[in-house]
């Protein structure tokens, strides 16, 4: 009996916590006030969710996230509408608002975009203007490594401090926190099915309302998707590296691109090692001081020749890769340009932060991380770590559940995408996602980079991911797509 009492008074105190940290009732608010100016023409609802901070403690904060319910252009559309929320971790989806004239999900369906916690329209945003500071003072010539972390890891103290002072709960942002946002939100609009458009980190937005919320979901896109149980500070070196190699083979495979630059692989890649070892020396001057700054470029530097390329660029690497072999420095004069105007305020950084450093940092192992750094002679040196160990360690995020690090299994129909050459999230990994999502298709689109939906100069991924969500049980194969070859690289 003793027992039987004990487990009864446990049931119920278990109950009472689990009532204190659910028990609130999410709200959307309309506000004339919005984020960007929107088209007239444009017919839209903007508000805000209103939601607990962080749903594991009583008593929370409550935020406030921006969101835009675009009206369909069709007369009769269908009742599922599209969420869709940008990467990141950080970035902000309301820039997207300013452009629904271009967005072909209008043509059948409502459009919801919906900000993410913490980010820059969210209240509160998270952001980070010491953060941005660092990254501007450390792209400049003359620190040390030391100098440059100590720079780092002061200004990580100083966000800290300010947001917490400010009354932020760094604890509450992270993705599970963010998918019941969009769960809560669905419920409050009354949306029975919807349709998610995920991009990049959002994907792993998408994995977990496919885990945690599946009910109502008809049918998921992931663009450039990032697997919940990929660390990925442990690869990202290997993947930059395979990718810039992967589009150097087809350099050679293309009569006309290796007539041009014969031997180019095996050229940059023997020119990356070379500058590893003796840096290339670069004057630039500094147009706010007028003085002539001397940057010191190795290999891991002079790669941005392939990483910092966008799809609409990639016709133009070898060329630019030529260049370089040739002493023209004119396109890394450019870029180091770019280097003395400011970062801005850092929006959305401590989110960045929070995410990071409670969902990959403690499921990853730091001696791979090392070794990851000096795996690759072309660019040794190149931590593949998106924060260090001694930034998270100042953060002091509690580490997620480890389901959170767990590959999902669903039988919701979901598209997977990705651009050939993406290094930040390769093809690779959602060939691996597909072996537990039976009702996914996979599409590679030839010679495109990240976020292949997001590529204006070519629509076709949009036109797909359309496609999908007007029949999500059978592969889209739009003729823009069969279409679509390999790059015509630039040859003079």
């Known amino acids: 009996m003793r027992k039987l009492l004990t487990v009864l008074i446990s049931l119920f105190i278990c109950s009472v916590c689990f009532g204190l940290q659910n028990n609130y009732a999410p709200s959307f608010k309309e506000s004339k006030k919005t984020t960007h100016?929107?088209?007239?023409?444009?017919k839209y609802i903007f508000g805000y969710l209103e939601v607990p901070e962080n749903r594991g403690k009583p008593n929370s904060n409550?935020?406030?996230?921006?969101?835009?319910?675009?009206?369909?252009?069709?007369?009769?559309?269908?009742?599922?509408?599209?969420?869709?929320?940008?990467?990141?971790?950080?970035?902000?989806?309301?820039?997207?608002?300013?452009?629904?004239?271009?967005?072909?999900?209008?043509?059948?369906r409502d459009f919801i975009?919906?900000?993410?916690?913490?980010?820059?329209?969210?209240?509160?945003?998270?952001?980070?203007?010491?953060?941005?500071?660092?990254?501007s003072l450390s792209n400049l010539p003359g620190l040390t490594k030391s100098q440059t972390d100590s720079l780092f890891m002061g200004a990580v103290k100083a966000c800290r401090s300010k947001l917490i002072e400010d009354g932020a709960d760094l604890e509450g942002y992270n993705t599970k926190e963010i998918a019941a946002?969009?769960?809560?939100?669905?419920?409050?609009?009354?949306?029975?099915?919807?349709?998610?458009?995920?991009?990049?980190?959002?994907?792993?937005?998408?994995?977990?309302?496919?885990?945690?919320?599946?009910?109502?979901?008809?049918?998921?896109?992931?663009?450039?998707?990032?697997?919940?149980?990929?660390?990925?500070?442990?690869?990202?070196?290997?993947?930059?590296?395979?990718?810039?190699?992967?589009?150097?083979t087809d350099c050679e495979v293309d009569p006309n691109?290796?007539?041009?630059?014969?031997?180019?692989?095996?050229?940059?890649?023997?020119?990356?090692?070379?500058?590893?070892?003796?840096?290339?020396?670069?004057?630039?001057?500094?147009?706010?001081?007028?003085?002539?700054?001397?940057?010191?470029?190795?290999?891991?530097?002079?790669?941005?020749?392939?990483?910092?390329?966008?799809?609409?660029?990639?016709?133009?690497?070898?060329?630019?890769?030529?260049?370089?072999?040739?002493?023209?420095?004119?396109?890394?004069?450019?870029?180091?340009?770019?280097?003395?105007?400011?970062?801005?305020?850092?929006?959305?950084?401590?989110?960045?932060?929070?995410?990071?450093c409670a969902e990959e940092y403690p499921f990853t192992s730091q001696k791979k991380v090392i070794e990851e750094s000096y795996r690759y002679p072309e660019i040794r040196g190149l931590s593949p770590a998106v924060f260090d160990s001694s930034i998270c360690d100042i953060w002091g995020v509690s580490k997620v559940a480890n389901i959170e690090n767990k590959?999902?299994?669903?039988?919701?129909?979901?598209?997977?995408?990705?651009?050939?050459y993406d290094s930040e999230t390769p093809v690779k990994w959602a060939l691996d996602m597909k072996k537990n999502l039976p009702n996914s298709f996979h599409l590679i689109f030839k010679g495109w980079k990240h976020t292949v939906t997001t590529n204006w100069a070519n629509p076709c991924a949009m036109e797909t991911a359309n496609a999908f969500f007007n029949n999500p049980n059978m592969k889209p194969n739009p003729d823009c797509f069969q279409e679509i070859e390999r790059p015509r690289f630039k040859t003079d």
């Not at 975009?113 to 660092?134: H, V």
């Not at 890394?332 to 970062?343: D, I, N, R, W």
């Open 37 to 42: 100016k929107i088209s007239k023409k444009q």
């Open 181 to 248: 946002d969009i769960e809560d939100l669905r419920k409050v609009l009354g949306i029975d099915k919807y349709n998610l458009l995920t991009i990049s980190y959002s994907t792993k937005i998408a994995q977990v309302l496919l885990r945690d919320y599946p009910d109502a979901i008809r049918s998921v896109v992931m663009d450039s998707p990032l697997p919940l149980e990929v660390n990925y500070d442990e690869e990202s070196v290997s993947n930059l590296l395979e990718s810039t190699k992967h589009l150097l």
């Open 407 to 420: 590959p999902i299994k669903s039988d919701i129909p979901v598209l997977l995408m990705n651009g050939e």
């Open 257 to 356: 691109c290796n007539n041009a630059y014969p031997n180019l692989k095996e050229r940059f890649l023997e020119y990356l090692r070379d500058k590893t070892d003796d840096p290339l020396v670069v004057e630039v001057e500094n147009p706010n001081t007028n003085q002539v700054e001397t940057f010191y470029l190795k290999g891991y530097d002079l790669i941005t020749v392939f990483s910092a390329a966008s799809t609409s660029d990639v016709m133009n690497v070898p060329y630019e890769m030529n260049k370089l072999l040739n002493n023209d420095l004119s396109a890394v004069k450019e870029q180091l340009s770019y280097l003395f105007q400011a970062s801005g305020m850092g929006n959305g950084v401590g989110m960045r932060l929070s995410v990071w």
């Open 113 to 135: 975009l919906f900000e993410q916690r913490g980010t820059q329209y969210a209240k509160p945003n998270l952001a980070c203007p010491e953060w941005s500071e660092a990254v």
């Open 62 to 108: 409550t935020i406030k996230l921006p969101v835009y319910i675009f009206k369909s252009r069709h007369p009769n559309p269908q009742l599922d509408p599209v969420i869709y929320t940008v990467g990141g971790p950080g970035y902000t989806s309301m820039k997207a608002s300013q452009y629904m004239n271009y967005y072909q999900y209008l043509d059948d």
